[in-house]
């Protein structure tokens, strides 16, 4: 162990609206050792009695394989009820590919930064979009007593909801619940019968899908819609469409203004290939893609369109475990590093609970409970309706 005292180890900095942790230099090879650290690290939270941002100095820290589950598990549990966002600085690439790997990204959000001045940069932008995004009184999105239906099919009644800037919320529910009916009501597709949808303070009853995505709504499906003929670079691109300016003429003669416009656009799409982490596939077509791919191209498309609000219908469907953790981290770095709010639709429980601030519980078109993942997770009704007789 280093000579240093684990209290050393932690530093408050009021200008920075953070506290720093330390773990350089520690090796740590017992579960004791973790729990150790992390309750002083608690006591030390509870007794400033306010909530911080977390900046984690990694240094030459080695973590035993043996205790990383018992690392993951008390840094989670921290964050959860003392911070308002971490970075990560000064991880060993060793140390990396155990975060993204081993502990698994549902847990440690994939902000990892080599220099310390970038991880203080990441903490700035945090708390400017914490800034922006005020009080919790005025939601960002508002469902109001939403109903829908089709004919005499009922698949939305009386629903409502509100979801807050900055925060990763989930509709959950069995089967024909009205999870994807619900997206489609936010986005325009369809139009409720009954209630109203309030977006960043405009409230309306029905929206064409082209006037959310000028208002900054994108989506993407429960079936994969990408232009299957067309390489990863061409379909980024279509999700540039609304911020493209010149007329169709312009565009066709591509010449001046027209020419400097994709250009622009372009760097846009690199940079989301870059974030995605797909510049091996950026000139291949999309169909000759394995599925985990196509999905995550469809996750670019979306991004392309510089939402503030996301709408992700089941993005993990049919993926494997290893293609759900690179989407699962790609979630949290959207949400994180762009500061965009989500809302998605998950069967798997393990990611839902793990991902969300808040969760919606929809039952044959009903609203049966909501909450924070540890309430919905509880809840008798949800237990019964959804997730079975056992936690």
């Keep these: 162990m280093n000579a240093r005292s684990f209290g050393e180890r932690i530093v408050f900095h009021d200008a920075l609206e953070a506290m720093e942790v330390d773990f350089t230099g520690l090796n740590l090879s017992e579960a004791a050792q973790v729990d150790a650290f992390y309750d002083e690290i ?12 977390f900046l984690v100095n990694y240094g030459d820290c080695v973590i035993a394989a043996e205790v990383w589950d018992r690392f993951a598990a008390r840094g989670k549990q921290t964050n ?5 966002g971490t970075v990560r600085v000064g991880a060993s690439t060793a140390t990396r590919e155990a975060i993204r790997g081993r502990a698994g990204p549902n847990t440690f959000r994939a902000n990892i930064f080599d220099t310390r001045d970038q991880a203080v940069a990441a903490l700035g932008a945090m708390r400017r979009r914490a800034q922006d995004a005020g009080g919790h009184d005025e939601p960002f999105l508002g469902v109001e007593n939403v109903s829908l239906h089709f004919g005499g099919v009922k698949a939305l009644t009386s629903v409502s909801f509100r979801i807050h800037k900055g925060e990763i919320s989930s509709i959950i529910g069995p089967n024909g619940a009205g999870k994807s009916s619900m997206l489609n009501v936010i986005n325009g597709v369809y139009h409720p019968q009954e209630g109203s949808i309030t977006f960043r303070g405009q409230t309306r009853q029905r929206m064409r899908p082209h006037d959310t995505a000028a208002q900054g709504i994108a989506r993407t499906f429960q079936n994969i819609a990408l232009f299957k003929g067309m390489t990863v670079l061409d379909n980024l691109m279509t999700g540039r469409n609304l911020k493209m300016k010149c007329n169709l003429l312009q565009q066709a003669l591509y010449w001046g203004r027209a020419q400097k416009e994709e250009i622009e656009h372009r760097l846009k799409v690199e940079e989301i290939i870059d974030f995605l982490e797909i510049e091996h596939i950026r000139k291949t077509p999309v169909g000759r893609l ?4 196509q999905k995550r191209v469809e996750l670019g498309r979306a991004l392309a ?25 790609f979630i949290l770095d959207v949400n994180d590093q762009l500061g965009t709010t989500i809302l998605l639709i998950e069967h798997d429980m393990g990611v ?16 049966i409970a ?15 309706a959804y997730l079975g007789t056992a936690h």
């Excluded at 394995?290 to 791919?293: A, D, Q």
Aim: proline share 6%; glycine share 6%; hydrophobic share 35%.
């Design 305 to 329: 369109a510089e939402p503030t609000l996301l709408l992700l219908d089941e993005p993990m469907a049919g993926m494997n475990v290893e293609e759900k953790q690179d989407m699962s981290r």
């Design 370 to 384: 909501e909450g924070t993942p540890d309430e919905v997770r509880t809840d008798p009704v949800v237990i019964r």
């Design 290 to 293: 394995p599925y985990g791919l």
């Design 352 to 367: 839902v609970m793990d991902l969300s601030d808040f969760v919606v519980v929809l039952d044959h078109g009903q609203k």
């Design 42 to 53: 608690d006591a030390r939270l509870e007794q400033s009695s306010r909530r911080w941002y």
């Design 80 to 84: 959860t009820a003392h911070s308002l």
